[in-house]
């Protein structure tokens, strides 16, 4: 029966902050159930659980995780379908896309984001903006490789009084730049408010003919010869990488009558270069954060000593 | 990730083994199917990265521009050739000084010679001025990527490296030998104080 004190164990684990049984004690009154009385394992697990909290004028929500979930971090929300306990700070809310959604937003802890949805129907409180709270049995979710919690009508909410910096789910990529792609370089955007789509000719898919507002982008991807990366780099990006602000492409384009000029000018000093970039990924990108030229002295040694012992 | 087509990996390759890599084949019937050069570590490649010196260039051609450049690692000789439409490549190695260091993207192709031997050669995509350090980082990252690829030559279920046992032999001496040769040539190098 050695299934039995694996349980008496795992018991005795979970109770020992509160109670004071030794682990035969629990064996002893988990074997008298199932031997004696038939009662499926589980089941007597439970009861013994309740006999002890009862002596110890417990609840069942004060013991540690408010029923057995895993206390996770952002970063470890890997699957989805898990019920977690998590801590987090709102960083943002945003506005909810559908009536059944009561609130939605980001939620952060040291070591990344995630996108939370509470339900209209869950009848929870409010999470408000910058507060920090533990939340216990929240569901994780999947989308598109993307994950999110969900709060729902068993989920708890305490505020908490923690500080910490949200961290950034960053990913690092390098490797040599081998392509600046087209809608790289000097670019339009639709005007149109929220609307941020890169004009073709002059025209927004959405809105039409527009009198479009200049700005720097480049797509470019980063290849290690065993991977590709499509990195964005947006007009900060862009100018740290290439030297070439907005203000000094609108100028270029202006005395070449052609805005193409910009992407070529870019090209010839970035192609071909190794670089590292971080920034959290979206979809198919990279967005970069973060751009490092890859220029220090390579080390052959190890490599030598790897085709020396071949 | 899912849908879109996924973008050919450069590979990188010496130019010793580059040029060996005569057989050319595509993975469907499909007209606009990629080429792929057999590389004979068993790998196949559609797009590779090179950087190294270019030490000559010429206008070969004889209606329309036809540009030859020779691009020089520490194994051999790429063959880069761009005309009419590769005009931004054709136009870099028409104003560019050698010797220079370059980056060159591109595509293997093959060509068959008078004699009846095959030629391996490079259509560039890109090719920029790129400064020592592109040049050193590649050499040492040329030598890593091609022991990769020998290591896993002997590997169950390699099919790469089965073709090219049929297509090329099984002797891979060749390439280690160009990875110590690229290396210990670099070492030297490397010894000698940079000016400063």
């Not at chain 1, 019920?83 to 709102?90: E, M, R």
């Not at chain 1, 989308?143 to 950034?168: A, M, P, W």
């Not at chain 1, 527009?210 to 982008?217: A, I």
């Amino acid at each position: 029966m050695s299934d039995l004190s694996d349980t008496a164990q795992e018991v005795h684990d979970d109770l020992s902050e509160h109670v004071d049984a030794t682990v035969d004690d629990v064996e002893a009154r988990l074997e008298k159930l199932v031997t004696e009385y038939k009662v499926p394992v589980d089941e007597a697990r439970r009861s013994v659980e309740n006999h002890y909290l009862d002596e110890a004028g417990l609840d069942r929500d004060d013991l540690a995780g408010g029923g057995g979930n895993d206390t996770v971090e952002v970063e470890d929300v890997d699957e989805a379908e898990q019920w977690v306990d998590i801590t987090a700070k709102v960083v943002e809310l945003w506005e909810p896309r559908s009536d059944s959604v009561g609130q939605v937003g980001l939620l952060g802890d040291p070591t990344g984001t995630i996108k939370f949805t509470k339900w209209a129907k869950s009848d929870l409180a409010n999470l408000e903006e910058g507060k920090t709270y533990r939340l216990g049995n929240v569901v994780t979710d999947e989308y598109e490789g993307r994950y999110s919690v969900k709060l729902n009508k068993t989920t708890t909410i305490e505020e908490v009084d923690e500080e910490f910096e949200v961290g950034d789910n960053e990913d690092e990529v390098e490797g040599a730049l081998v392509d600046v792609q087209s809608g790289s370089g000097l670019i339009k955007r639709c005007p149109e408010e929220d609307c941020t789509r890169v004009l073709q000719n002059g025209r927004c898919n959405e809105h039409g003919e527009v009198e479009g507002e200049f700005d720097l982008r480049i797509k470019g991807v980063l290849d290690d010869g065993t991977d590709v990366h499509e990195v964005i780099f947006d007009e900060e990006a862009t100018e740290d990488l290439t030297d070439i602000g907005l203000e000094e492409a609108k100028q270029m384009a202006k005395d070449a009558l052609d805005t193409t000029v910009v992407a070529d000018e870019m090209r010839a000093k970035i192609l071909g270069k190794y670089y590292r970039v971080t920034g959290p990924t979206f979809g198919r990108y990279v967005l970069a954060n973060e751009t490092t030229l890859l220029d220090d002295q390579p080390d052959p040694e190890s490599v030598l000593i790897r085709a020396r012992s071949m | 990730m899912s849908g879109a087509p996924t973008r050919e990996v450069a590979r990188r390759v010496f130019a010793a083994e580059f040029n060996d890599a005569t057989f050319t084949f595509k993975e469907s019937d499909d007209e606009r199917a990629p080429l792929y050069a057999l590389l004979p570590t068993g790998e196949r490649s559609n797009r590779v990265f090179v950087a190294g010196t270019l030490t000559e260039t010429e206008d070969i051609g004889e209606d329309s521009e036809y540009w030859r450049g020779r691009v020089v690692d520490p194994t051999g000789t790429f063959f880069v050739y761009a005309g009419q439409y590769q005009p931004e490549a054709a136009s870099t190695l028409r104003d560019a000084e050698t010797p220079t260091y370059v980056a060159v993207v591109g595509k293997p192709r093959t060509f068959e010679t008078d004699d009846g031997s095959v030629n391996v050669s490079l259509r560039p995509e890109s090719i920029t001025m790129v400064d020592e350090a592109v040049r050193d980082r590649w050499v040492v990252e040329a030598a890593e990527r091609t022991l990769d690829r020998v290591e896993a030559f002997d590997e169950e279920g390699n099919e790469y490296a089965e073709r090219a046992r049929a297509e090329y032999g099984e002797d891979l001496s060749a390439y280690r030998q160009a990875v110590l040769d690229a290396l210990e040539d670099f070492d030297t190098e490397a010894d000698v104080p940079a000016d400063a």
